[in-house]
């Protein structure tokens, strides 16, 4: 996260509307502010009920867009994940933070974190010197593409303590996070919260393809919470350790330039890239090219990986993002996770600087690999070719009388590791076998433990053998677009804050109707019972129709409740007072424009129908029904 | 879980259906299969696409039925919760289950499941002598009323052994079902993964008044993921460690016998009743009675718990449970969870027996006085008075003065301690403080960890005042409707599941319209590129009105096509063929009936809208329509 704050933005006040109208709250509330409640629990939020709503409302126009408009198959797969699954993926080795501990207050502080506030604050200092703040500058504007050693080594070159006490830090240590547990009595099975629901995807390939009637390409899809035990969360919702995420693997044949069949329908959408070369040119000016060219161009690397960054460009404008506040950004070489050859986050501008909300990698046929070695299942895609053809191929032979004897209850699980060898990798192995006599492969844990398996040339041979195919088996790359819902929540909510001019305490979410939490509010006059049944018979109509409403009978005044359900960022207001006892007609209010207009009840259903189904605009309603001057 | 299985149900067939459609499938399964795979790991499961969709659409309509229509607050709390909260509550303490470990083998047993597993064998050896058999009998219909030393009795008088290897096995021994971790980098902060969704739901109790304008009665709900770390899990998706909830809870005053406005709509409700009475008699057999006379004749408690009794049994009917393996049997005094003082539950009979899937427990004022003690936040409603009136109150005061040299960081504590006594415990203490000169009171946790503080009568005076009371206040009782999705989904499909008499390798599964998981299947009569067009123009048409389909082009044969949607609970399946690119016509098929009609595109989709708005019946669209020789 960088600072590129909007100067004019003010937090506090925003912050406090959120809490206010019980957007989300910290978790346990009532325990943090008990005094003497120790313990760490930072970055666990919980949602009221306009942010529940408009949680579901964002995962619902998702699923629209993704799942349902490309017939992509839904998965709901366990958040706990056993320990050899994560070892595979690499995350039990790799998925950590650099963290230093302060030995005398105890305190654990992330080390780029640490590096970055220290030089921040040395930063603002007037007297620094010129020849310095060019280097602390260049410093934080790299601060995300330095290891562990190379922390330190800053740490120590720059005297950088812990700004609490002043103390000398030790030596960064990676610190890995994923949350884990035990599974069962026995505290001898390591079991994690999943940091990402695409492994559970992977391990389901095979079924999936099988459900789609073994046809390419496919895409899975879940959407569900993952966990990641930050060592210091800050920044609100933006790092938290326990998120919503909604996540896509598509499986895409790797040869023939990972073509989407789909993709001339969105050439032409226009996107800012900030790509690879600007940034390490020092630079972060965007450019504005259609993803057509981007990708004839190479900025990104084939036409699916553009498919979906055009989709995820559309989709986050369907739920209100500000698009001059989105950028799409390329990952550096040495930025991206263990498993991607090409990556681009979409990046949302906030308050807290240009945030990561979705990123989209191409994991290439890493995870699948991967599997199928450690558990020797083939996690392939056989496609009948056009017609037979005849192909030259290294062949291992097994010795299977031998093999028994030899290797007793691993026997098995060799044949399959000798099974599951790449072409090249026979190549190279029958050139070792020749040489050596014997040759060393990977493969799934043996008796003992082990992950190699020593095989003599008395028992394996390697052979070119002539072959005629009808079938192509290959690994599917993947590509995969990850979304975080709460961090695009968090920055929607940014951007469609506002206060009205005549009136600073007036603070308007202009959410759009189809996220809102609630689409109409019901406002009786005053608490008469005169006005229950007209409401209460308005609150079933609109619930026949699908549309959520709520009745606002406080006895709070009108003008009041208008301000109140501007703050909930309820688009619409119906208003039921004495008129509409009489005569049946009530008042239509709008949010953003507070013009109002007068209807029969049936007419104000109606409009609200068009309005939420987005055949009629406001404008449209205004010209057409009575106006009535704003109170 | 009883065994009274429904002889004439194949559950081997029925499973093979499930993972061979991947309804569901264990998680992880290629790392299960793969040798040497060792690890405690059962009781996980992913839902594969078509469960998924099952589950999210039981999902919605509980969420239509509960939430919309009652204007409940849904919220979205995290599952880590820090240990303090579960302190509180009580799960630390009391969540558990009897454990026996076999110390040659290794084995965790839980030691029910054992006394149970073990006396049922004994019970089918015809050699078994009438009086045993009674005695037996008597302990498995018992079972779940032991606690741990009983059980560790009966292991004792049966000589009851590990059936692997006969061996003995040790007393019993409380095992915590709950998930622990820990957060952040500090080792020293344990925090556990909910065991229900409740918890975040009391602690958000002010807010959510807040946000209700302080109006009474309300409810809250929440939906989501749930854990509990059980010894042994068996039985399938019936009993898991991981799965989905979705829990209401419901706030009402505890004066005027919980009485609940909109009770006289379902009164007249019918439900098969297993009371106390009845179960304690040695007796099964339920009663069928609306639910007005339950509450009536004091069976139910209140009209609030029979109210949700009777909506739960309106939404189990509408996602399709059969009602003749429904019945609501209440809770044994010594059965129920530590907070409850009635509960029923809502039981559904599948091949494993009756089986628990809805709990409705009376919580009482549990939660909120406990979580009130321990953090010293007052959760109550206040009430303002009609008109004020005159009071006689117990009254604390203490002397500030005096109050912090004495407790130092702690006073505020004390204070709040103070004030949140009722006025039986002021009562009490005022005694204790003229007769001992000092009393003890329960604290939140204070410096030091102590939880309890004593005070002198040289601080603290308790005196009779006379007051005008112009607010009541009081600490509602909570009604806790609580469901297990994945219980209901399961039984759900046992209760759907039937194979067609004319050939038994035809299985169907008939789920109602409204949770299958594809409303309509397209087929193409042949993956000729001739129908491509009309097939796409029908999904798209099917998109727009919002009802999911799923286009079949495989190449199996039509037939082939039809039992494979049966097989996935699909109600409609359109057909093109060749006369349909001609003449615009298609067949509509309803999967029950095997029954097809003919009609244009435009028609058949309108149908296909009424069918799933529930606006027109399937006998009715064929009347109505040109009917066509089944194939």
New interface residues.
């Given amino acids: 996260m960088t600072e590129q704050s909007d100067r004019s933005f003010d937090r506090k006040s925003f912050e406090a509307l959120l809490k206010r109208?019980?957007f989300f709250?910290e978790?346990?509330?009532?325990?943090r502010?008990?005094?003497?409640?120790t313990?760490?629990?930072?970055g666990?939020?919980?949602?009221?009920?306009p942010?529940?709503?408009l949680?579901a409302n964002i995962v619902d126009v998702w699923r629209k867009h993704f799942v349902?408009?490309e017939?992509m198959?839904?998965?709901?797969?366990?958040?706990?994940?056993?320990?050899?699954?994560f070892k595979t993926s690499g995350h039990v080795d790799r998925f950590a933070d650099w963290?230093c501990?302060d030995p005398v207050t105890?305190d654990?502080l992330r080390a780029d974190h640490l590096v970055e506030t220290v030089l921040k604050t040395r930063l603002s200092d007037v007297r620094l010197d010129r020849p310095m703040t060019e280097e602390y500058k260049d410093v934080v504007g790299k601060i995300d593409n330095f290891d562990g050693s190379e922390l330190g080594k800053l740490i120590k070159r720059y005297d950088i303590r812990n700004p609490k006490g002043d103390g000398e830090v030790l030596p960064p240590a990676p610190?890995n996070l994923m949350?884990?547990?035990?599974?069962?009595?026995?505290t001898a099975?390591p079991?994690y919260?999943r940091p990402e629901t695409a492994q559970?995807q992977f391990?389901?390939f095979?079924?999936?393809l099988?459900?789609n009637?073994n046809?390419m390409p496919f895409a899975s899809a879940s959407v569900?919470?993952s966990?990641r035990?930050?060592?210091?969360p800050r920044a609100g919702l933006l790092r938290v350790?326990?998120f919503m995420m909604a996540e896509i693997e598509h499986f895409v044949d790797p040869l023939g330039g990972k073509r989407h069949a789909r993709f001339s329908g969105v050439q032409h959408v226009e996107l800012d890239l900030l790509d690879r070369d600007t940034q390490l040119a020092g630079q972060s000016d965007v450019r504005r090219v259609t993803i057509g060219e981007a990708v004839e161009s190479k900025t990104i690397d084939n036409e699916t990986l553009g498919y979906f960054l055009a989709r995820t460009y559309l989709f986050l404008l369907k739920v209100g993002i500000d698009k001059t506040r989105l950028r799409f950004r390329q990952h550096m070489a040495n930025e991206m996770a263990h498993y991607a050859c090409d990556c681009w986050d979409a990046e949302l501008l906030t308050s807290y600087g240009w945030i990561e909300c979705v990123g989209c990698a191409d994991r290439s046929a890493y995870d699948l690999e991967v599997?199928s070695k450690?558990?020797?299942?083939k996690?392939v895609v056989q496609e009948a070719l056009p017609e037979p053809s005849e192909v030259s191929l290294w062949v291992a032979t097994l010795d299977r009388k031998k093999l028994g004897p030899l290797f007793r209850?691993?026997a098995?699980?060799v044949e399959s590791a000798v099974a599951v060898l790449s072409q090249s990798q026979l190549e190279d192995l029958r050139l070792r076998l020749n040489v050596d006599g014997v040759v060393t492969i990977e493969t799934?844990?043996?008796?003992g433990s082990s992950n190699t398996v020593t095989i003599p040339s008395s028992i394996l041979s390697i052979e070119r053998t002539k072959k005629i195919e009808h079938v192509r088996e290959y690994i599917p790359n993947v590509i995969e677009p990850s979304f975080g819902i709460g961090r695009i929540l968090y920055s929607l909510l940014e951007h469609i804050y506002w206060t009205r001019a005549e009136d600073s305490a007036r603070d308007v979410l202009s959410l759009p109707v189809s996220v809102a939490p609630t689409k109409v509010a019901l406002l009786p006059l005053s608490s008469n019972a005169l006005f229950t049944p007209v409401t209460s018979r308005m609150s079933r109509s609109l619930?026949t129709i699908g549309i959520?409403s709520?009745?606002?009978s406080?006895s709070a005044s009108i003008g009041k409740r208008y301000a109140r359900n501007d703050e909930l960022g309820t688009p619409f207001a119906i208003t039921v007072d004495f008129q509409s006892v009489e005569d049946n007609t009530v008042t239509l209010r709008e949010r953003d424009s507070t013009k109002q207009v007068r209807a029969s009840l049936e007419e104000a259903i109606t409009a609200v129908k068009n309005l939420v189904d987005e055949k009629e605009t406001w404008e449209a309603i205004v010209q057409r029904m009575q106006p009535v001057k704003s109170t």
Avoid at 27 to 31: C, D, G, K, L, T
Avoid at 39 to 42: A, K, L, R, V, Y
Avoid at 73 to 82: M, Y
Avoid at 229 to 232: F, G, L, Q, R, T
Wanted: proline residues 5%; hydrophobic residues 30%.
């Fill in positions: 109208r019980f709250t978790s346990f509330e009532i325990y502010t008990a005094a003497n409640w313990g760490d629990n930072g666990l939020y919980d949602y009221g009920p942010g529940c709503a949680q349902l408009e017939d198959l839904e998965l709901d797969c366990t958040i706990l994940t056993p320990e050899n699954v963290m501990k105890g654990y610190f949350f884990k547990s035990s599974i069962g009595p026995s099975a079991i919260l559970g391990l389901n095979r079924k999936l099988d459900y009637n046809s569900g919470k966990y035990n930050e060592i210091s350790r326990e599997h450690r558990t020797g299942e996690l209850k691993d098995k699980l799934p844990p043996l008796q619930r959520s709520r009745i606002d406080s």
